[in-house]
Each structure stands twice: as structure tokens, then as C-alpha cells.
Nanobody, 126 residues
Framework: QVQLVESGGGSVQAGGSLRLSCTAS????????MGWFRQAPGKEREGVAV????????YYADSVKGRFTVSRDNAKNTVYLQMNSLKYEDTAMYYC???????????????????WGQGTQVTVSS
């Protein structure tokens, strides 16, 4: 079993930055795809960015490319999401998610992820 705990959300003005962290505990051996989804009120949950534990390029949603960076520290079992140039439309609950195996072309299918954090709120004011 894997447990995920997020931190780092908050409120910021448009153009500002925030960094989210997600630390995993439990059985973390082997290949794991881990990253971030978000859900705004009245909208579907969408993939933001994910990264594979054993290498390869991260995957990003088109809406965050060039502004967000996902990274990992395997020694700490932690994945980060650096969010720069935040926009009002980035306002959402951000969830850390993980599944065993590699991150593939269908990385943003949330039903493929069987481990989820409790979520951390990000609010961007215009």
C-alpha cells in the first residue's frame, strides 16, 4: 500500500509562484508513475504533470507547459510541482496521484491511478 501526502498549496496573485510537494510512504519499490491532477469546481479532474520514478521525460498538460515543472527526489520519495506565472484559471484542488508501472501516452487518465493524496488547494487571484 502507498500513502501520499501533499503540501504547499495556498493563495497567490496572478503571475506569482507556488511549489507543491507530495511525499509517498509505504511500498515504494519498483517503477512508479507519480504526479499531479487538479479539479476546479464544476469541472472534471484533469492531469497536470507526471514523472516516472526510473527516468524519462515528464508529461505535461498543454495548459501548463512552459510554466510548471514537475521533478522528483527518489531518495525522499517526493515529487514536486513548481508552478510559475500562475493564472486565475489554475485555481483548483491539486491532487497527488501514483500508479505502478511507467508513465505512458495515456498518462492523464485519472482512473489508471490507484493511489491518491487528500488534495491541496491552490487559489490564484486576478
Amino acid at each position: 500500500q502507498v500513502q501520499l501526502v501533499e503540501s504547499g498549496g495556498g493563495s497567490v496573485q496572478a503571475g506569482g509562484s507556488l511549489r507543491l510537494s507530495c511525499t509517498a510512504s509505504g511500498y515504494m519499490y519498483g517503477s512508479i508513475c507519480m504526479g499531479w491532477f487538479r479539479q476546479a469546481p464544476g469541472k472534471e479532474r484533469e492531469g497536470v504533470a507526471v514523472i516516472w520514478s526510473t527516468g524519462g521525460s515528464p508529461y505535461y498538460a498543454d495548459s501548463v507547459k512552459g510554466r510548471f515543472t514537475v521533478s522528483r527526489d527518489n531518495a525522499k520519495n517526493t515529487v514536486y510541482l513548481q508552478m510559475n506565472s500562475l493564472k486565475y484559471e489554475d485555481t483548483a484542488m491539486y491532487y497527488c496521484a501514483a500508479h505502478r508501472g511507467f508513465c505512458g501516452g495515456s498518462w492523464d487518465v485519472f482512473s489508471d491511478y490507484n493511489y491518491w493524496g487528500q488534495g491541496t488547494q491552490v487559489t490564484v487571484s486576478s
